[in-house]
């Protein structure tokens, strides 16, 4: 087995076809890594994604700097990995940011249930307020096995 970078290229692919990573952000000093659901926009280059209102949101409105992971895992022998180093943007719902939401929304409706898990109750707890974000992509980088005869 060989380990090789992949090209820009080959890190949108990935980006383009999954739709589940886990993002990490970071608050005085503390990281902080959960899952997320994202739609990544090839037009725009950036990630598309959406959150109720909590620890993550809360972290990122303090402290815009986050990365973002992919993985396609077989098995630990057939693996590869996407990191997106990037900031957070909140959308909004004003007349300038309107066009970017709707965006992300299309993209967000290629899927079914797409709203799952982010705005899903937690407990008996209501989550009512939503935020739409992105990330800009400042850096991506990726890596994947190569089987080699032994």
Not at 30 to 49: E, G, H, K, R, T
Not at 68 to 73: C, D, I, M, S, T
Not at 86 to 109: H, K, N, Q, S
Request: with cysteine; proline share 4%.
């Amino acid at each position: 087995m060989r380990v090789h970078e992949l090209s820009a290229a080959e890190c949108w692919e990935v980006l383009s076809r999954t739709h589940v990573g886990r993002l990490a952000c970071a608050r005085a000093d503390q990281p902080y890594v959960v899952p997320i659901s994202f739609s990544y926009d090839v037009l725009a280059n950036c990630i598309f994604s959406f959150s109720a209102v909590g620890k993550k949101v809360d972290w990122m409105r303090e402290n815009p700097k986050v990365c973002l992971e992919v993985e396609e895992v077989a098995d630990r022998f057939n693996w590869t990995t996407i990191v997106v180093l990037g900031r957070y943007d909140e959308i909004g719902d004003t007349p300038d940011e309107r066009a970017v939401r709707r965006r992300a929304l299309e993209l967000f409706e290629e899927r079914s249930r797409w709203w799952f898990p982010a705005i899903a109750k937690i407990g008996s707890e209501e989550r009512p307020a939503v935020v739409v974000y992105r990330i800009h992509v400042d850096s991506v980088s990726g890596r994947r096995t190569e089987q080699t005869d032994t």
